[in-house]
């Protein structure tokens, strides 16, 4: 099997190429990437040079059989709505026409869990949306919704939560805390990826989460003992920090939190896994487990 790449050197990617490489079914990897240097010798790889957006401008001598959009922007907030929208909208269409204009049949596409919120921001508008043109362009589609992805050496999402325990003592948490999370290991996530990519799936929207379904003040009090420190929890309204952020992004002025983050934390993200584990056999760690895997326990 030969698969194309975008977002290979990001978080997720980079686990998921990792993935690939050790898959004996996998004959090559192309990876599209503004860096001049990835982290493998591997034989399997070849690296290509250019921007996602321009990706309909490249052509591949070669027959693949999948392409891979693991590449997205703007989720935690440090991107404005339009570009957010422009880049990861944009770069979807831009797949597809790569797709059609060297023969490849299958694209496979990360989404978010976050296309399921009541109240959608730009980031998950531009995957709602995504999803739309990839479902109606012709080819054979997976579309993956994976919840909040963490672990190794993620600098967001719930490293923050980690951050303010250690650094403050307490975590602010928008809304009552009483709202299902159910975070994801990378590992575990680009596993599913690997298997579903290897097996031909299509056809097919598969969500993805985490061993555990639990509140978000269950997941920021679990965090604090595993890092063996006490939190408080902090609870504001979340409508005073939305109506001045709406303000913000209505200027398409960036800033490190974003009115979809504050949806997200105040809204139901669980997801049922049973019919994955079924069909996989992938075993997931508990998330006290895989915090513990990362090093970030303490005794």
Request: charged share 20%; net charge positive; glycine share 6%.
């Amino acid at each position: 099997m030969k698969l194309f790449i975008t977002g290979g050197t990001g978080f997720l990617g980079s686990v998921c190429v990792e993935k690939f490489i050790k898959s004996p079914e996998v004959e090559k990897i192309y990876i599209l990437t503004h860096k001049s240097q990835i982290n493998s010798s591997s034989p399997k790889i070849e690296i290509l040079q250019g921007d996602i957006r321009n990706l309909h401008e490249i052509s591949i001598a070669d027959n693949i059989d999948s392409c891979i959009v693991l590449a997205s922007a703007g989720v935690h907030g440090k991107t404005s709505e339009k570009l957010t929208y422009s880049i990861n909208y944009n770069a979807t269409e831009s797949a597809i026409k790569f797709c059609k204009r060297n023969n490849i049949n299958r694209i496979i596409f990360t989404s978010s869990i976050n296309v399921n919120l009541p109240k959608l921001g730009a980031y998950a508008r531009s995957k709602l949306d995504s999803e739309k043109i990839i479902r109606e362009s012709g080819l054979n589609y997976l579309i993956f919704r994976p919840s909040l992805i963490y672990g190794r050496k993620c600098k967001f999402g719930l490293y923050m939560i980690e951050k303010f325990i250690r650094k403050f003592g307490f975590v602010p948490v928008f809304g009552d805390g009483k709202k299902l999370e159910q975070p994801i290991h990378v590992d575990e996530c680009a596993e599913y990826i690997n298997y579903y990519t290897l097996n031909n799936s299509s056809g097919r929207i598969i969500e993805l989460g985490g061993f555990d379904a639990m509140t978000y003040n269950d997941l920021c009090e679990k965090i604090a003992s595993c890092m063996n420190k006490r939190v408080k929890l902090l609870h504001v309204p979340a409508w005073p920090f939305l109506s001045v952020l709406k303000i913000f992004e209505s200027l398409n002025i960036s800033l490190p939190i974003s009115s979809e983050q504050i949806y997200h934390v105040d809204s139901d993200l669980s997801c049922n896994m049973q019919e994955i584990y079924q069909e996989t056999g992938i075993t997931q760690k508990s998330f006290i487990e895989n915090f513990s895997r990362d090093g970030i326990c303490e005794s």
